[in-house]
């Protein structure tokens, strides 16, 4: 088993690429689809921050993966 620091490195990359991901998909809907808000917006901003505490449920999984597709 690999060193705690390690292990870190490898979560928080994950989160940040997650983090883009989300980022980028949120600015580009906001920017191109319409109607938007800027709440909307800012909802979408606060997921990409915490959506790694959704992957522990399927119920937060199924969300996740709705809200990517935009069926939920």
Known sequence: MGAAWE???VVLRLWVF??????IISISDFVFRR???FALLLRR?????IWPLAL?????????????????
Request: proline share 3%.
């Open 45 to 49: 901003l606060a997921v990409g921050i």
């Open 18 to 23: 997650g983090l883009i991901v989300v980022s």
């Open 56 to 72: 522990v449920s399927s119920a937060g999984r199924r969300a996740l993966m709705g809200k990517f597709r935009g069926i939920a």
């Open 7 to 9: 292990i870190t490195t």
């Open 35 to 37: 109607p938007h808000s």
